[in-house]
Structure formats: C-alpha cells, structure tokens
C-alpha cells in the first residue's frame, strides 16, 4: 500500500498569513494527488486535483503543486473560514488519505 | 444538481452486519465510480472501497477484505455497503462519495452526508 504522510499535523496561524501543507508518498504517485478540506461535522471538500488544478468554485488563494512523492498545498491570505482539517488523498494504486493537518487560529 | 443521500444511523452488536445505502441523483450514475470512506470520531478519512455502478465491479482496501461487500441497484440509482462481522472499532462515519473519474478513479468530487455505525453490546 502507499502510504502517505503530512506535515505538520497541526498548525497554528493568523488571519492573513500564508501557509504550507505538505504530504510525502512512499512511492511515486505522478500527480494523482488531492487535497480536501474537512470542517467539524461536515463532510470533506474537494479543494485540488490532480496535484495542481483548482476545483470550481474553490477561491483562488488555494493552490497546489509537486509531483512524484513531494506535494505541497498553500493557502496565501488565511481567512477565517479556512480553519479547517485538511487532507491529501492519492489515487494512483487504490485510495489512501494522509492523516491530516489541522489548522488552527 | 448532485445529490448524495445516505440511510440513517444504524446501532449493531458486535458480530453483526450493517448495510448502508446511498441514493444519488443528479447526475448519470453508471457514469463514476462510488467510493466509501469512514471516520471513527475524532480520526482521519480511511477508504473502504468503491464499485464501478457499470458493471458492479470492486474493490476494497486490504484491511476490509472479506468482511465488505458492495452493490448497487442501477434501477434506483442506489449503492449498498455491507460491512460484516462488526468490531468496536467499525464505529465511525461512513460516507459515500462520488468520484470525478469517468474511465478511472481519480477524486472525489461529492460526498454523502455520512451515517453514523454504532457497534456496541
């Protein structure tokens, strides 16, 4: 199985300031790699696709990157909805999630 | 508009099996694949599996092999998971979710609402 690992696990950041998710395959997954946005009691929010693409409707101060093992996800100009769990999610052999980073005011 | 909408909470036994069904409109449901993932309170999103609705094929994360099954009744655009030989620690949040992917699995672009699996004695 491909594991997949984020970094960090938790964040602490202000309105206003840009961040940085990253996750880490185990093997090479190409860019079969998503990110999703998780609230408590909601379910999850596709964010990106295939490692780089924005999903419609998501605000352009998310974006993605990388390829291979290394991905990273940023988010410039926190706001307040964005305080969230996030997830990265590969699809290039079955399904596997990261564990999630928690992100906190 | 997509739609996703799952059946209610269900309370099982341990050892027992809970069937969850998901009713999806909106959208050409032997077009996509359906996933199931779940989320034990407090934890991470874990894959269960998905079937092609197509041709009802599947396939499962290791770790549900040989206690999952999943189905689906194109007639009412409806898929099934049945989860067997139920733990305490198969209490979670099931969600169906659609993928993106036409002719492939890819992302998952829309989620179920969740129901809630209760395994208690």
């Known amino acids: 199985d491909i594991q997949m690992t984020q970094s960090p696990s938790s964040l602490s950041a202000s309105v206003g300031d840009r961040v940085t998710i990253t996750c880490r395959a185990s093997?090479?997954?190409?860019?079969?790699l998503n990110w999703y946005q998780q609230k408590p009691g909601k379910a999850p929010n596709l964010l990106i696709y295939?490692?780089?693409n924005l999903q419609s409707g998501v605000p352009s101060r998310f974006s993605g990157s990388g390829s291979g093992t290394d991905f990273t996800l940023t988010i410039t100009s926190l706001q307040p909805e964005d305080f969230a769990t996030y997830y990265c999610?590969?699809?290039?052999?079955?399904?596997?999630f990261g564990q999630g980073t928690r992100l906190e005011i | 508009q997509v739609q996703l909408v799952q059946s209610g909470a269900e309370v099982k036994k341990p050892g027992a099996s809970v069937k969850v069904s998901c009713k999806a409109s909106?959208?050409?449901?032997?077009?996509?694949?359906m996933h199931w993932v779940r989320q034990a309170p407090g934890q991470g999103l874990e894959w269960v599996g998905w079937?092609?609705?197509?041709?009802?094929?599947?396939k499962f994360a290791q770790k549900f092999q040989g206690r999952v099954t999943m189905t689906r009744d194109t007639s009412i655009t409806t898929a099934y998971m049945e989860l067997s030989r139920l733990r305490s620690d198969d209490t979670a949040l099931y969600y169906c979710?659609?993928?993106?992917?036409?002719?492939?699995?890819?992302?998952?672009?829309?989620w179920g609402q969740g129901t809630l699996v209760t395994v208690s004695s």
């Open positions: 979710a659609k993928d993106g992917g036409k002719t492939m699995v890819r992302e998952i672009d829309y």
């Open positions: 909106g959208y050409t449901f032997t077009g996509y694949y």
């Open positions: 079937i092609n609705p197509d041709s009802g094929s599947t």
């Open positions: 093997q090479s997954i190409s860019s079969y």
């Open positions: 295939a490692a780089s």
């Open positions: 999610q590969q699809s290039y052999i079955s399904i596997t």
